[in-house]
């Protein structure tokens, strides 16, 4: 006697997507994994990047400093040869004027011009770090063209070396007066060469404040970028979760719809990794 054949019951489309559910979201929790692993490295690149920033930022102001006392003991000198020449008059050589670079960094400084930048978003920085205002100057860092920062920096470095010579001829003028003068007016010839050398230092101190600005301004810039890819990385960590939450949810309903014992041992290590979990974080 024949078998009568037995008519199998087709699968509707949506029973066919749900056993292939659970793989599904595993490897799409799999490749969030994957970037939020991927941003947290880059938020710790980043991270660095703004450590070295402040080391190079930190320099400048250091710099900066050593030439302030130096321009302070050429000053003291000055006065101390001065008085002890008893202050004789000298033909002192023509006075080098202040450079328009520093005379616009140290307006900015006290707040009357607008800082030596054409970009509007360093320029906003500037101001908010002027300002103190750190919490402002690291959101308006995201906004930042990193290539025109950087070559505000190289013409700030160039700005220092023309500094540097502006003063090489009246230096060199007063060197030759203090070789050239006789022993009565030698000491204040001295006094005049020293003038020359506070004023310089003065002025260099200046030029080296405004890269150590600038980097500053990178410091920020870094720091923006490093906490950006850590939000990333917390949402796709986020993203991961939840596609692990839909992947075991789906793979127990589906061991449970075909009455496996899977669904009773998935549930019970569910609950044991939950129990541990709770247990690590409120105890160690």
Known sequence: ???????????????KLGAGLPVGLTALATVLAGLSTGELSRAMYWRSTAAQDQSKANDQWSLASHKRDRALMCETTADTLKAVGGNQAVDAPAKTPTPEFVQQVGGWMIGTVAPPVDDP????????IQTG?????VALARGVDRDALEADIKVGQSKVAEVEKAYDAELGAAKGQVGASPAQTRTAASAVRYEVDSRRYKAEATANQWVGFLYEVRVKTSTAQSERHRQRSENFFFAMLAAQVGGVGSSLALARQRRSVLWLVA????????????FVYLTM
């Open 133 to 137: 205002h750190e919490a402002d100057a």
């Open 267 to 278: 549930g019970v290590a569910g609950l044991a990794a939950i129990g541990f979990g709770a």
């Open 121 to 128: 978003g360093v320029r906003a920085v500037l101001w908010a």
């Open 1 to 15: 006697m024949a078998d009568t054949p037995t008519d199998t019951p087709k699968k509707s489309l949506f029973e």
